[in-house]
């Protein structure tokens, strides 16, 4: 796992946004439109604001581009402002300019969910697979809605959220008892199969659950701690957040010290 320490929450968005900026340039060189996976939450907020500025200018292009998000609630409306139906649309989908009919958010509203959870991930298969995974992380060690005790191989699927994260969310909600009790979420297998991830996260209250994920063991009540098993990880930090990492010296030297050759 790849780990940048950055000073700010600026400087976080401003690095993860040029990842997310030269994987749709690579993929664009190789003759085809980038698959991304995308979060919602408050978290990659700062990387999409940087993104939709280098759209902007003309530095991006985003045609083609497409993207699956990581979760939805179930059984709020897709029109709800806190649907994550919306929230894509608003923050990912409008300012990246996206072909909406290119974005994909989970259907918490289906009638048998279990089968649109199974379509959702043949939906990715069919797209190519993601090719880059971003991620937020919860300060239980969430990512998506794997709440902690996720198997670490779970596929897209139905889930009850933590009370820890209904209350984190009740801050987007008019009272807390309107946060729905249930989720469709991409699975920590789902997550796996991307082909780079890239978390981002800032603050204090992110600090335990960073240090679980980067250096705990490998353990289920830590679902982010799976990104130990992802072929090519990238974290990205605030100075808050890598506040509890143990080897934070040693990150900073490998960053200092980056190989010049891949390999
Ligand atoms: C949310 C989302 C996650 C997000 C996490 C952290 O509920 N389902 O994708 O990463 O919780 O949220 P935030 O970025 O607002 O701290």
Known sequence: MRVVITDTSAHVAQFAAGIIADEIAQRRAEGRAAVLGVATGSSPLGTYAELAALVESGELDTTGVSAFALDEYVGIALDHPESYH???D???TKPL??????????DGLADDLAAACEAYDRAIVDAGGIDLQLLGIGANGHIGFNEPTSSLSSRTRIKTLDPRTREANARFFASADEVPVHCVTQGLGTILDSRRALLVAQGAGKADAVAHMIEGPLAAICPASALQLHRDAIVVLDRAAASKLELADYYEYIEANQPTQAG
């Open 97 to 106: 300019a996206l072909d909406p009919a290119r974005v994909h958010v989970p």
């Open 86 to 88: 919306t929230v894509i």
């Open 90 to 92: 608003t923050t990912v």
